[in-house]
């Protein structure tokens, strides 16, 4: 008993302990820095709409991992790990998804190859992924490999997060939330829906300037997005 009143105790045990220790000890292995950016995301939310008047049912996210593993492949200085003072470049992307579960747990599993899938074969690799997730199925390659990570916070109300390392991995990106946002448009301004973007790199693996070239190059991918 506190003055504030009963005091709940939550233990750091379990997958919870395990889920702590790997972001402390990411933290202090990695020199981490993120880069923050917007993009407009008209487009892919038209090309979505579109899929889904043809029958074809994606989500967003979907359809952001086209189009990283479309510029993963252009840079790919970002796909890969670091381990014992050696940045590994394979040339398979095998992308990790970040999936929140019941009881503030979180795993981020594998899509192996992602890179050679279709948009179809991504969807199903990701909602295989998240239902062997919440029925504790995941095999420990898929938990221990991946050579990229995407996390989504895009359902909040959170714009731009500073994404921890999923080490010994070299980046991960956040998506964040889109929201309407006034650009020049001539000589007024028109609303656009922006998302925000936010880009976590290990800057012993790579310096802020191929970092930053990558996240641009992100952006126009979305912006000229084509499914």
Sequence with gaps: MTEAGPLRTVPLRGMRGMIADKMLASLQGAAQLTHHAH??????????TRLAQDG???S????LMLALLRVLRRHSDLNGTLRDR????PERIDLCVAIALPG??????????????SL?????ARQDLVARARTNKLTVPEMTGGTFTLTNLGVSRV???TPILNAPQIAILGIGCTVLTAVPDGDGVIFRPMMGLSLTFDHRA?????????LTDLCLEIEGFAA
């Design 86 to 89: 050696e940045v590994q470049l």
């Design 60 to 63: 967003v996210e979907d359809l």
């Design 104 to 117: 503030n747990l979180l795993a981020a599993p594998a899509i192996f190859g992602a890179d050679t899938m």
């Design 206 to 214: 790579v310096d802020g300037a191929p970092a930053a070239a990558f």
């Design 120 to 124: 179809d074969q991504l969807r199903a």
């Design 159 to 161: 714009e731009q997060f």
């Design 56 to 58: 074809t049912r994606v």
């Design 39 to 48: 993009a407009d995301v008209s487009t892919l939310l038209a090309v979505k």
